[in-house]
C-alpha cells in the first residue's frame, strides 16, 4: 500500500501562484508514476501533469502546460505541482495518485486532496 497526503492548496487571485506537495508513504519503492489531477465542481477529474519516480521527462495536460511544473524529490517521497499564472479555470480540487508497477499506468492509490481557488 501507498498512502499520499497533499498539501499547499488555499486561495489566490487570478494571475498568482501555488505550490503543492504530495508526500508519500508506505510502498513507495513501488511507485512507476506520479501525477497529479484535478476536480471542478459539476466536472469529470482530469489528468494535469505526471512524472515517472525514477526519472524521465514529465508530460502534461494541455490546458496547464507552460504554466504548471511537476517536479519530484526521491529522497524526501513527495512530488510537487508548482502552479504559475494562476486563473479562476484552475479552480478545483487537486488529487495527487500514484501508479505502481505492473499496473499498466493505472493509478491505484490517491490522496484525499487539496481545494485550489483563483479569484477573478
Known amino acids: 500500500q501507498v498512502q499520499l497526503v497533499e498539501s499547499g492548496g488555499g486561495l489566490v487571485q487570478a494571475g498568482g501562484s501555488l505550490r503543492l506537495s504530495c508526500a508519500a508513504s508506505?510502498?513507495?519503492?513501488?511507485?512507476?508514476?506520479m501525477g497529479w489531477f484535478r476536480q471542478a465542481p459539476g466536472k469529470e477529474r482530469e489528468f494535469v501533469a505526471a512524472i515517472i519516480w525514477s526519472g524521465g521527462n514529465p508530460y502534461y495536460a494541455d490546458s496547464v502546460k507552460g504554466r504548471f511544473t511537476i517536479s519530484r524529490d526521491n529522497a524526501k517521497n513527495t512530488v510537487y505541482l508548482q502552479m504559475n499564472s494562476l486563473n479562476p479555470e484552475d479552480t478545483a480540487v487537486y488529487y495527487c495518485?500514484?501508479?505502481?508497477?505492473?499496473?499498466?499506468?493505472?493509478?491505484?492509490?490517491w490522496g484525499q486532496g487539496t481545494q485550489v481557488t483563483v479569484s477573478s
Open positions: 508506505g510502498r513507495t519503492f513501488n511507485i512507476y508514476t
Open positions: 495518485a500514484a501508479a505502481p508497477f505492473g499496473a499498466s499506468g493505472k493509478y491505484d492509490y
